[in-house]
């Protein structure tokens, strides 16, 4: 299984929501990442975990809040986002931090109202 | 400042033709390089990675070189095909910060 499964795939959410994103992976791999990309540029770093241990927070709002329950399983929470957060958020894993090779799931396609 | 540069925005070919894809970086010093593929409302996927130590790579139609003292990866395909089209997004190993840092992706359109 080289797959990196991400849900939902799509989300509408108020700014008064409060969600979450989901990611999945059975690689064996001890790094899991959070990517925010807006359209037509490249994937932004948002959050390392290895070793389910937050490493990386690049200084990103309070409002997302990552979370590492175990090793397969990533989350990041969202509440009161602003429209300005509307992108696709992607979630990636390799086998360690610094390894290269990212597996990319599909992204969650997030628009905030 | 760090900085990624990959040639231009968007490249149209014909099909059959080699595509050549740079990516130019200042104040890295990259252990290893990657390009990506990314299709539209997907994730990228992985193509190739080059270490600091090699000059050249391939894989099938794609092969990829590295010059470290020119500060500079170029990325072919060989005998492209529609399917090709694609953007493709070259990316630096920060070893001293620990993460990868994209460049902004050129977007290849291979005409039939």
């Known amino acids: 299984d080289t797959e990196v499964t991400q849900t939902p795939k799509h989300l509408v959410m108020g700014m008064t929501n409060k969600k979450s994103l989901k990611c999945e992976q059975h690689?064996?791999?001890?790094?899991m990442y959070w990517y925010k990309q807006k359209a037509k540029k490249p994937p932004e770093l948002m959050f390392v975990?290895?070793?389910?241990?937050?490493?990386i927070n690049e200084s990103v709002p309070s409002r997302f809040s990552p979370e590492c329950p175990n090793s397969s399983l990533l989350n990041l929470h969202l509440h009161a986002l602003q429209p300005e957060d509307s992108a696709l958020y992607l979630c990636a894993s390799s086998q360690v931090r610094q390894g290269g090779k990212l597996f990319f799931g599909s992204g969650t396609q997030l628009s905030v109202l | 400042s760090q900085k990624i540069e990959q040639n231009s925005e968007a490249l149209n070919i014909q099909e059959g033709k080699t595509a050549t894809l740079t990516c130019n970086y200042t104040n890295y010093s990259p252990a290893y390089l990657q390009w990506y593929r990314q299709d539209p409302g997907r994730g990228p996927v992985f193509l190739l990675l080059i270490r600091e130590n090699e000059k050249e790579k391939r894989k099938e139609r794609l092969k990829v070189t590295f010059d470290t003292t020119l500060k500079q990866s170029l990325f072919h395909i060989t005998a492209s095909q529609p399917a090709d089209s694609a953007t493709y997004l070259c990316a630096l190993d920060d070893a001293q910060a620990g993460k990868s840092t994209f460049g902004d992706g050129t977007t290849l359109t291979v005409k039939p």
């Open positions: 690689m064996g791999h001890r790094a």
């Open positions: 975990y290895s070793y389910e241990k937050l490493s």
